[in-house]
């Protein structure tokens, strides 16, 4: 079992706001990864660290933590954003390479 | 631009040995450490190994270790994993993925698009 948890599923009516969280006791620590994945394809990174997106990711992706709890904020969900997302960090012994389980976002 | 593209994929029995090979472009891949992932059949990601850039550190989870080597040619931008003794549940995609750093950041900012192992009599 993963010592990330994430929500299995998350939906989100087209142009709103959604918040997809991972908890582990590790991320009061560390920071996390944040990866889409669409069917039949390999997983995107889209945010890092603290708030970082990588080149060609669009600014509607945002990332935050507090706590236990590192979130990825999507604001104005567009129809191109349902996914799966998975987050990735350390566990809470501090090994590096620990994924969520990933939650899977319907755009509605 | 960036590619990575896995090979050496298959139907392998119970037991037996299999090597990927990821052979990057588009970078400089002496610089960059490089990882392996897999994801079963409508599973999750899950991370299998790691080496730095220069291929003198490598790790590997739990799952594998013992059993999975990872290496890399750096005149050659070749990635490997050699996986002995498989096992049914090391049957997945098999990706290959650029750490943004060294080798020590953990994220995974290009991806190869995959390969399928399966592991089976």
């Known amino acids: 079992s993963s010592e990330l948890t994430q929500d299995p599923a998350v939906s989100v009516a087209l142009g709103q706001t959604v918040r997809i969280t991972c908890q582990g006791d590790?991320?009061?620590?560390?920071?996390a990864g944040w990866y889409q994945q669409k069917p039949g394809q390999a997983p995107v990174l889209v945010i890092y660290?603290?708030?970082n997106r990588p080149s060609g990711i669009p600014d509607r992706f945002s990332g935050s933590r507090s706590g236990n709890t590192t979130s990825l904020t999507i604001t104005g969900a567009q129809a191109e954003d349902e996914a799966d997302y998975y987050c990735?960090?350390?566990?809470?012994?501090?090994?590096?390479?620990?994924f969520g389980g990933g939650t899977k976002l319907t755009v509605l | 631009q960036v590619q990575l593209v896995e090979s050496g994929g298959g139907v392998v029995q119970p037991g037996r040995s299999l090597r990927l090979s990821c052979a990057a472009s588009g970078f400089t891949f002496s610089n960059h450490g490089m990882h392996w992932v897999r994801q079963a059949p409508g599973k999750g990601l899950e991370w299998v190994a790691v080496i730095w850039y220069d291929g003198n550190y490598k790790n590997y989870a739990d799952s594998v270790k013992g059993r999975f080597t990872i290496s890399r040619d750096n005149s050659k931008n070749t990635l490997y994993l050699q996986m002995n003794s498989l096992r049914a549940e090391d049957t997945a995609v098999y990706y290959c993925a650029r750490d943004l750093g060294s080798g020590w950041m953990y994220y995974f900012d290009y991806w190869g698009q995959g390969m399928l192992v399966t592991v089976s009599s």
């Open positions: 660290g603290k708030n």
């Open positions: 990735n960090s350390r566990d809470s012994s501090g090994n590096p390479g620990v």
């Open positions: 590790s991320l009061r620590t560390f920071y």
